[in-house]
């Protein structure tokens, strides 16, 4: 597990300043965006995989009230062949009537595999309660299931679950607010207030704005927004976006940051946390860093100019002393290093982190997953 924490901080350490990326990469338009359906039905055809609930069985009853069907209240009919199911679905922006969406099958019952059945034509309903989409289709389960006489079963991936490739027609279309107003809105995966000023500096100066004379396309609001004026014509906003989400900007670097995972003991270390003068006494371990100014004088003869350079000192033991001790500005990784030498478990460097955030030695926001 150290040598993971090594490979990880390697990865860090060797990415240095923040690369250009294209607006696409790192905001998305306000608006544009996909909604959730939902719906309740019956998947038919199960071979004995199926339940004999009260709410399968009214379910049952009901659709063959639909068909015309009306069904003795005091027989109960045996449907081990039937499951109740929660159909659910993304509907993307910009789709139209007629196109088809994938959709996920869940049973919500008893059932204890959806292994070869069919999905009876079910209405998915948007938050607003209308009908956007209608499914129906043969299931693809991945899991499945087996049981012996004495109980004992085995079972592999989730059969209870399955999806229907292409297995909605959407009836409705989201409206949309693309195309209205004389400007969209474009907001930041990441909120940053100097990735965001950054952002409309590009816009502006790529467009041939001139903000400092009054005249600007692309406007900061917030940490996590960025106005831009565009054309009100539907066709000339495409084009107009279609250039404008290829434009490279760099963003700015990232909070100061450790991400822990409690869990699996990964450590994520930033490339900008660095720690204050302190000194821990953690097991047994004995870990000095300090770092030294050296100059560097060229050749007499040599063309070239007088360098300042640092020079870490790393020095890892077992002594009694029990000591962790780092002058200011050491690098966090230079103390994981350290202490990965000696195979220290992840746990440990948890709990230095732990206490030189309390001692406010880490400089540096600390998230624990």
């Known amino acids: 597990?150290?040598?993971?924490?090594?490979?990880?901080?390697?990865?860090?350490?060797?990415?240095?300043?923040?690369?250009a990326q294209r607006i696409k990469d790192v905001a998305s338009i306000q608006g544009v965006r996909s909604n959730q359906l939902i719906g309740y039905g019956l998947v038919v055809g199960l071979p004995g995989t199926g339940e004999q609930s009260p709410f399968t069985e009214q379910s049952f009853r009901t659709m063959l009230t639909n068909f015309?069907?009306?069904?003795?209240?005091?027989?109960?009919?045996?449907?081990?062949?039937?499951?109740?199911?929660a159909v659910h679905a993304d509907l993307p922006p910009f789709i139209k009537p007629g196109q088809t969406i994938d959709v996920t099958v869940s049973s919500v019952g008893e059932a204890s595999?959806?292994?070869?059945?069919?999905l009876l034509q079910t209405f998915l309903k948007g938050v607003d309660g209308n009908i956007y989409a209608v499914a129906q289709g043969s299931l693809v389960v991945s899991g499945f299931g087996a049981q012996g006489g004495d109980g004992s079963r085995i079972i592999v991936n989730t059969p209870t679950v399955g999806r229907i490739a292409n297995g909605a027609l959407v009836e409705r279309a989201v409206p949309s607010g693309f195309a209205?107003?004389?400007?969209?809105?474009?907001?930041?995966?990441?909120?940053?207030?100097?990735t965001a000023k950054a952002l409309a500096d590009v816009i502006n100066m790529r467009l041939g704005a001139q903000p400092e004379k009054g005249y600007s396309i692309?406007?900061?609001?917030?940490?996590?927004?960025?106005?831009?004026?565009a054309p009100r014509d539907p066709g000339q906003r495409v084009g107009f976006l279609a250039t404008l989400e290829n434009f490279e900007f760099t963003p700015a670097d990232a909070p100061a940051r450790v991400v822990v995972n409690?869990?699996?003991?990964?450590?994520?270390?930033?490339?900008?946390?660095?720690?204050?003068?302190?000194?821990?006494t953690h097991g047994g371990l004995t870990v000095t860093i300090s770092e030294n100014q050296q100059v560097t004088q060229p050749n007499a003869l040599a063309e070239g100019e007088t360098a300042v350079t640092t020079q870490s000192i790393i020095d890892v033991n077992m002594a009694d002393?029990?000591?962790?001790?780092?002058e200011p500005g050491v690098t966090l990784d230079q103390l994981v290093r350290a202490v990965n030498e000696v195979g220290a478990a992840p746990g440990d460097?948890?709990?230095?982190?732990?206490?030189?955030?309390?001692?406010?030695?880490?400089?540096?926001?600390?998230v624990v997953i």
Request: hydrophobic share 45%.
């Open 1 to 19: 597990m150290s040598k993971l924490i090594a490979v990880v901080l390697c990865c860090l350490t060797m990415c240095s300043v923040a690369q």
């Open 68 to 85: 015309g069907i009306s069904l003795d209240p005091n027989i109960k009919p045996k449907i081990k062949n039937v499951a109740a199911v």
């Open 113 to 118: 595999s959806l292994q070869g059945g069919t």
């Open 180 to 194: 209205s107003g004389d400007s969209l809105t474009l907001n930041l995966h990441y909120p940053d207030f100097s």
């Open 218 to 229: 692309a406007e900061p609001l917030d940490a996590a927004s960025v106005r831009v004026t």
């Open 262 to 280: 409690s869990r699996t003991g990964t450590i994520v270390i930033g490339r900008d946390v660095r720690l204050l003068p302190a000194a821990i």
């Open 321 to 326: 002393s029990r000591m962790f001790k780092f």
């Open 349 to 366: 460097l948890m709990a230095i982190l732990e206490a030189l955030r309390q001692a406010g030695a880490l400089q540096g926001e600390l």
